[in-house]
Structure formats: C-alpha cells, structure tokens
C-alpha cells in the first residue's frame, strides 16, 4: 500500500481490516466468556448452589447476544476471500481454503447447534445436559479459533506447500500446515488475550454492581473470578506466550521486528524503545527513552545479541506502515503491562479482605473493560501490519491478492454500507447488553416461557 | 475425485437452499400467515432457534469452495461483487431481526424487527433465486477468466450480461415463489391455530402456482441454454433428480391433500433438492458458462485446486460431516413437534 488513495488494494485492505476488527470485538469475548459459563455450570452441578446457575443464566444472556453479532458480522469476512481478494484466493485456496471449510464444518455446527440449547435449553435439559452444551459451545468456540489462527499463521509462516505447475500453491502436509509451530504460538496468545476480555468484562461488571450496591452476592462472584482469571491470563499473555510470539517474529520475520521496534540501524546491545516516535524520513526515533540492551535480550536472550535494523534490508520489503506498526505494538505492550500491574494489585487487596470496599479500584475495574478490546485490535494490527508487504510472507505480495476485476466504486460503496450497518448493530448490541444489565442477575428464572409470564 | 468433489459442493449448496430457504419462504409469509402479534412470535418460535444452524451450510460451502474450486471462487465471487454484498447485508439484517425482535416485549420493537425480517427474507429470496439464474443462463467470462457485471445491461442473455435481464428476473420470481411454497408447508408442519389454517392454505396455492412456472421456467431455459438440455437428455443424473422431484411432488400433493404434513414437507424438500440436483447434473462440468464465448467457460476441472488438496480435504470432509450430522440428531429431537409459545418461543429477555 502506498498513500495513494485510488489505489484498489488500499480500499479492500481497509475494508478488509475494518469488518475483520469489528467482527473480532464479538468472538473474543466469546471465546472469554465460553469458560466462565462451562466453569459456573460445573461449580453448580458440584455444588448445587444456585448463585452459579444465576450467573452462568445471566452470562449466557450476553453470551448470546454476543454470539448473534459475532455470527452475522462473521459470514461477510468468508466472503470476502472471494468478493475483494481473489487473487489471493486464487493463488493460495487449495491450502487456506482447508482450514476455512473445516472452521465451518467442525466448529460452527457444533457451536450453532448448542448455543440455543445453553440460552434456552436449561429447563428442558437438565442441569447435566445444560453443562454439557456449555461445554460444547466452549469447545466450538475455540476450535474455530484455532483453524483461523492456522489460516493466518500460514499468511505469516508459510508450511506444507508446494508451488504447483499453473504456479498456484497446493498442499503437500496437512499435518504440517495444521501444526505450524506459528500457529500454535499465535493461538495461545491470541486464547489468552480473549480470556482477558472476558475477565475484564466479567470484573466490570462485579465492580458496577458492588459500586452500585446490588445483587452482592453475584458482583462478589464476578469480582473474584474476573480479577482472579484476568490476572493468570494477563500474564500469561505477555509471558510465555507473548514472549515467544515476539522471538518466533524476530526469528522468521526480523524485518518487522525491526519495524515494530522502530530500528532503522542494526546492532548489537539494542534498547528497547519505552517511549519515542518513528520518523521514516529522517530514519530514526524522535526523543527515544530506551531500555539498553533490553530489545536484544527479549529477543535473543542476551542483553549482547545483535539485532538487525531496517537498514539492513532492502526497503521494498519494509513493512509499508511502520509507524502505525511501531504504535501498534507498543501501545499493545503498554496496555498489557497495565493489565497485569492493575490485576496483580485487585488480587493483594482481595488477599486482604478489602477489594469490595475499594471504591477507587472498582471504578478503575468497572472503566477498565475497553482496554482488553483495545489491546486485543492492536495485536492483531500489529501482526497484520507487520506481515506487510506480503500477503504470504516471503511468497505473495499483498498488491497481487486484491480483486483486479472490482473498481474502487465498488468497495468504497460496501464499505460506507458496512461502516452504516454496523455502527447500527453496534449501537442495538451496547442498547440490549445495557439493558440486560440493568434487568440484572437475580431476577430471573431459566428462561422458557416467557409469553406465559410477561417479565418486562 | 473432481465428479465427486462437484457433487459435495453442489449437495452443501443444495441443503442451504432447502434448509435456509423455508425460513426465507416463512419470512416472506409472516406478515400474511400470522396478522395477531402472537401469531408472529409463534412463527418466529418456528424458525428462531435454527436459523444459524442452516446459515452454516452456506459457510461451510463457502470453504469448500475456496479449498477445492478456488479458481470458481476468485471468479464468481469477484464478478458477483455487488449483489453478494446486498446477500451478506440482507442476511445480517435477516439474523438481528431474528435475534433481537423477540428481546422486547414491545409492539412498536416487534413490529420494526417483523418489517426488516420480511423484507430482508423477500430481497434474500429473489437474490438468491437471480443468483441461480445467473448460474444457468451464464455471465461474461472472459478469456482469463474473469468477469465483472452490472445490475442490468439490455436485459438480453447474450454478450455482455447484467446480473437481471428476463431469464434470471423470470427465475428470481420463480425461486420466490416456490421458496414461499416451502416455507409455507414448513410452517404448516410446525405450529398450530390459525397460522397453521393459513400456513396450509397457502402451501396448496403457491406449489399449484408452481407447476405451471416450472414448465414455462424450464421452456425458457430450453431457449436460453439449449446445449443443457441436450447433454442432459443422456445423463442419468438428470434422469434421476428429475424422478425424485416427481416422487417428491406426489408426495406433496398427497401430504396436503391428507394434511400429512410431515409427508407434505418431506415431499417439498424432495422438489428442491430434485430440481436443484436436475440443473447442477446437468450444468456438469461446466461450473460456470460464459455468455461471450463457450470456450471460456470455467469447467470443474480448470477451477480445482491441486491433486492434493483434494486428497486431503477428502480425509478430514467425511468426518465433519458425520459430526454434523449427530448434531443434527440432537436438533431436529430437541425441535421436532408443533412449536409451543409456553415452551418454545425466543422469549423475551
């Protein structure tokens, strides 16, 4: 991409990425969520204690409500491989198409099939049968994260595939593209950074209750497994799996590492930049504050190690973005050392007793859930961003991938059309989830007959 | 592998319009079958839990066809541009409207989200139906393969198509039509009280508003593509998806004749697939004909993907498959029976 704003390639791109972001602010929480709701089914069978079934009943509201958005804003990005990047699909559908169709055919059958039974299916299903469709949603849930993940991790680490005769590629392992160490990585990070959505979700919303003084016994329930969760995921989302995230870039890609960082001059004992701003021109960071050594032993594990820098590579292959890239990934970072600093302090004061009297620190909870939508977007900014110019890294460049036949009359009209369709579905998504909240947790019996007993 | 591969795609697509394609005819009827805001309730209680589950086989044969003909993808995706979108946008407008239309019990909520549902089952109805229109009659393709289209050029069938001219728009009206029908022998089949005395009714007008179409559909297509009719005279596939649509027609008739309705919607479904399997056997191997020369057309074996990719989608496809149809186990036990507004309805929350 160039900044010149006719050119096609931009327009998909930003169409692409735009439906893909907003798609993305739904399954995450999903996927956050998914376990909460099996975790306080299962503390209800063992237990028998209602407060469980009340959250997981009121989770499951917002779970599907969730699920609704997550599944129509889903079906334009399939789509959209053919619609605005044929090309791509032409070159490389014989392998992502794989993961694509069994995405469908292993994941949202089993999650479709069962996430009315969760929503609706408690009285007629009994408290086993209840869990278990939780526990098949779960499951869904994450299987059709893994086969995007893999999808992607191929567009960033290509595995299993030949250059057939016609020039197009084909598979030659699909246990090798389908166990790309890329993916495995990516997935566990990615997992865990949605499991930090849901903790903070489920914490806000125990902070708004506790703030509020309602439903106690329920905002206790959310604070403690929100804060609780979001502290072990948060830091595992920085360490290990970040960690390793991080070297697997510098590994295969030290290019965009390069970029991410802002390096333009390789060398050994790199800093890690803190705060600073890229400037492409001049090729340097303005007003650097640098942690010395600190990139090279992230990286390499040697505070000594050498570290390339953009200069070392020809600039055709830079990442096209790199400031946007370098803002990405270290406003991630920052948000995610905040994450972790702000859940480790809720989990000492819950450790002393005094997380529910803190009225600062629950409205620093109740304000805070954005933030993991924030870091989550800006993770995937920074992997999309940073795998430019190629739309298969090292084989397939992103301006060969766009629909050639498409005019930009097209895509510029679709996509004001999804910017319009889906601020209006976001705004009728905050309305209903706004509205189940002030309904509240304790109200409500398993949902079943509602015409019968007008609830409203 | 490619024949059997054909096959697969065509059978994924074929469900879709079976499945999806009674909530879209349900949609159509809603505001005609059901007048009482109850009566509307009761038929969104009949399609409501489902509509995701349906909406996957169109996924799930959006992969397949990225994975196994990505050649077709790139180019009818691509060529359809316009009028996929308005599908994708119909079918979130058709999914919220879903979804949300029960969460409030509120006539003026309700009656917002029954508009946006007949209106996006209708636009969904004869979008799909011009879709497969198009996919008869045939689109520009050019040497490379590649075609884009207008909404309407000169409305003729020949050179350089838009995506309506008087075949698709007479096959779009048609697919309305006998998708209402479907819809309406679905609804029959699942509630009860006047909708259901509507619902039956309707069925027995529109499929007898069927049969005539169907020969006159059939007569232009016999003007529009001649050669399909030619190579289908001597494919028993042909042979065979045409016997099942008749069976399934006097098993329809018989159905509402008896009000067997559970007969009735099997003998509808019958119809669909028949007809559908009918044209996909014999656009074979064609997948997609070009209205600017034949030689262009993109046959099933130029849109494949590598030996190997379909080897391999050939292993896991089978078992997924299974899978999917144990869950259908589960669904169509847990939803069988006439809908029940004390058990079934999406409620309101």
């Not at chain 1, 909460?36 to 009121?58: C, I, M, P, S």
């Not at chain 1, 791509?88 to 198409?97: C, D, E, K, M, W």
């Not at chain 1, 509602?450 to 409203?456: D, K, N, T």
């Not at chain 2, 790139?74 to 949300?100: H, K, N, P, Q, T």
Request: charged fraction near 10%; glycine fraction near 10%.
């Amino acid at each position: 991409m160039n900044s010149n704003l006719s050119d096609p390639a931009f327009w998909s791109r930003l169409q692409f990425g735009f439906t893909l972001s907003y798609h993305y602010l739904f399954p995450q929480l999903t996927m956050g969520l998914a376990w909460f709701l099996v975790y306080w089914k299962w503390r209800a069978l063992r237990t028998g204690d209602e407060k469980y079934n009340q959250a997981a009943r009121f989770w499951a509201k917002i779970f599907g409500l969730n699920f609704a958005v997550g599944v129509v804003s889903g079906i334009p990005m399939e789509f959209q491989f053919g619609t605005n990047w044929a090309g791509f699909s032409r070159h490389a559908g014989g392998v992502i198409g794989q993961t694509l169709a069994m995405e469908g055919m292993f994941a949202f059958f089993l999650e479709s099939a069962f996430v009315g039974a969760l929503i609706w299916g408690e009285r007629r299903l009994g408290p086993r049968y209840h869990f278990m469709a939780a526990a098949a949603v779960a499951v869904g849930s994450w299987t059709s994260g893994y086969f995007i993940i893999v999808t992607n991790a191929f567009m960033q680490h290509p595995v299993g595939y030949q250059v057939e005769a016609n020039g197009s590629l084909g598979l030659t392992s699909l246990n090798a593209y389908l166990l790309n160490p890329w993916a495995w990585i990516q997935f566990a990070h990615n997992q865990m950074a949605a499991v930090v959505t849901g903790s903070f979700v489920v914490a806000a919303l125990g902070a708004f209750y506790a703030l509020r003084g309602l439903y106690p016994t329920q905002a206790r329930l959310y604070l403690r497994a929100g804060t609780f969760t979001g502290l072990i995921a948060s830091i595992l989302v920085a360490f290990p799996t970040g960690d390793q995230q991080a070297k697997m870039v510098g590994r295969h890609q030290p290019v965009t590492l390069a970029a991410m960082e802002g390096r333009f001059v390789g060398g050994a004992k790199a800093g890690v930049a803190i705060i600073g701003q890229p400037n492409v021109a001049a090729r340097r960071l303005d007003n650097p504050i640098e942690v010395p050594g600190g990139l090279s032993f992230l990286a390499y594990g040697h505070f000594g190690s050498f570290v390339h820098g953009l200069e070392d590579y020809p600039q055709d292959i830079w990442p096209d973005n790199i400031e946007l890239l370098y803002y990405s990934f270290h406003l991630m970072i920052t948000l995610g050392t905040l994450f972790i600093l702000l859940m480790a302090y809720a989990n000492i004061l819950h450790w002393r007793g005094r997380l529910e009297k803190s009225t600062l620190l629950l409205w620093v909870l109740m304000l805070a859930f954005p933030f993991p939508y924030l870091a989550n977007t800006l993770g995937w900014m920074t992997a999309e961003l940073g795998r430019q110019p190629w739309l298969l890294y090292n084989l397939f460049y992103t301006r060969d991938g766009y629909s050639k036949v498409v005019s930009n009359g097209n895509t510029i009209f679709t996509l004001i059309g999804f910017v319009g369709l889906y601020f209006v579905l976001g705004l009728l998504f905050l309305f209903l989830v706004g509205r189940e909240v002030s309904h509240g947790p304790e109200t409500e019996e398993p949902l079943a007959s509602p015409l019968a007993e007008p609830s409203v | 592998m490619i024949t059997a591969w054909y096959c697969i795609v065509s059978f994924m697509l074929i469900v879709y319009v079976a499945t999806d394609g009674r909530n879209f005819g349900a949609g159509m009827l809603h505001w005609v079958v059901a007048r009482k805001p109850e009566e509307r309730r009761q038929v969104v209680a009949a399609i409501g839990p489902l509509w995701s589950w349906h909406e996957v086989w169109l996924v799930g044969f959006g992969g397949t066809l990225v994975a196994i003909f990505p050649r077709l993808m790139a180019a009818a995706f691509a060529g359809y541009y316009l009028a996929l979108m308005l599908i994708l946008w119909c079918l979130i407008l058709r999914g919220v409207s879903l979804e949300v239309g029960g969460h409030i019990n509120n006539p003026l909520w309700q009656q917002f989200w029954d508009f946006v549902f007949v209106v996006s089952s209708c636009l969904l109805a004869i979008l799909f139906g011009a879709a497969a229109g198009n996919l008869g009659r045939g689109v520009p393709l050019d040497a490379q393969g590649n075609f884009s289209m207008a909404f309407f050029t000169d409305f003729k069938t020949r050179g350089y198509v838009g995506l309506l001219d008087w075949y698709t728009v007479s096959v779009a009206i048609f697919a309305a039509i006998m998708l209402a029908a479907h819809g309406a022998t679905y609804l029959a089949l699942r509630t009860e009280g006047p909708v259901h005395e509507r619902s039956a009714t309707y069925a027995k007008y529109l499929w007898g508003a069927v049969a005539p179409l169907f020969l006159l559909i059939s007569a232009e297509s016999w003007v529009v593509r001649p050669d399909l009719f030619r190579s289908g005279l001597y494919d028993p596939l042909c042979w065979l998806g045409l016997f099942v649509a008749i069976v399934s027609a006097i098993t329809l008739i018989s159905g509402l004749s008896t009000r067997r309705e559970t007969r009735a919607f099997i003998g509808s479904n019958g119809i669909l697939v028949g007809v559908l399997a009918t044209g996909a056997a014999a656009m074979f191997p064609v997948m997609l004909y070009s209205t600017l020369a034949p030689e262009n057309s993109l046959t099933a074996n130029a849109a494949a993907a590598s030996q190997s990719a379909l080897r391999y989608a050939a292993v896991w496809w089978p078992v997924a498959f299974v899978l999917a149809s144990t869950y259908f186990v589960f669904i169509s036990r847990r939803y069988s029976g006439k809908v029940s507004l004390k058990r079934d309805t999406q409620g309101f929350y």
